[in-house]
């Protein structure tokens, strides 16, 4: 795994073998409710309100004044949590190449992931009911990307054995199917170079329409 410069990297750092089969970036939105969690703060701060109100001793006029500085705090931190997510996503960079995954991330200090096809030993697709969903992908033994260095573009919750992943892709079934593809292609020309028996990596894609508790919900 290397870090990789974007200038030399496309085009001038791929083959003439090498096509280019999709790119994008997270939609924000998405990308705002489940990787920054904007309506579980939302959430936090309607309860904290609630609370500072119902700790007023029947004053009204304390319970309003309380509530609305709760309030504007929240709508305060929802805007900012809101503005880094079209941020991240306007900073953000998927390509999908027939040989890799390249990840160009970061705000501020952009950082360049290449990650060969050789590298990958499955890839999972979460989509959500409005059609995006992330695309984690599982590396292979001895390959490591810190979960600090990729976030908000890991795993959720992924700790112990980060997954680089591909997140609040819209139309995520549609490039699920073109990494898939380009997995199992690139599995049998290196099948077929070698000339024997090897062992092929697989596109392990299990495409639902909802995901568990780990990942949001819809």
Do not use: C
């Amino acid at each position: 795994m290397k870090l990789v410069n974007l200038d030399k990297l496309l085009p001038a750092d791929i083959p003439a073998d090498e096509q280019v089969l999709w790119h994008g970036r997270p939609d924000w939105v998405s990308l705002a409710r489940r990787a920054f969690r904007v309506e579980l703060v939302a959430v936090y701060f309607g309860l904290v309100a609630l609370w500072n109100a119902a700790m007023s001793d029947g004053d009204w006029f304390m319970a309003a004044t309380s509530g609305a500085k709760t309030l504007a705090l929240g709508a305060l931190a929802v805007a900012l949590l809101g503005f880094l997510a079209w941020l991240s996503a306007r900073t953000t960079l998927y390509v999908i190449t027939s040989r890799r995954v390249i990840m160009k991330i970061g705000i501020a200090l952009p950082i360049f992931f290449n990650i060969p096809f050789t590298d990958v030993a499955s890839a999972a697709v979460h989509a959500f009911r409005d059609g995006a969903g992330d695309i984690p992908l599982s590396l292979t033994q001895g390959r490591r990307i810190a979960y600090l260095h990729l976030w908000p573009h890991a795993r959720p919750f992924g700790f112990s054995k980060p997954e680089p992943a591909l997140r609040s892709i819209a139309s995520v079934a549609a490039v699920a199917d073109t990494l898939s593809a380009a997995l199992m292609a690139e599995a049998r020309r290196r099948q077929r170079a070698a000339g024997a028996s090897v062992a092929t990596i697989v596109a392990n894609v299990d495409q639902t329409a909802n995901v568990g508790a780990a990942y949001a919900r819809g």
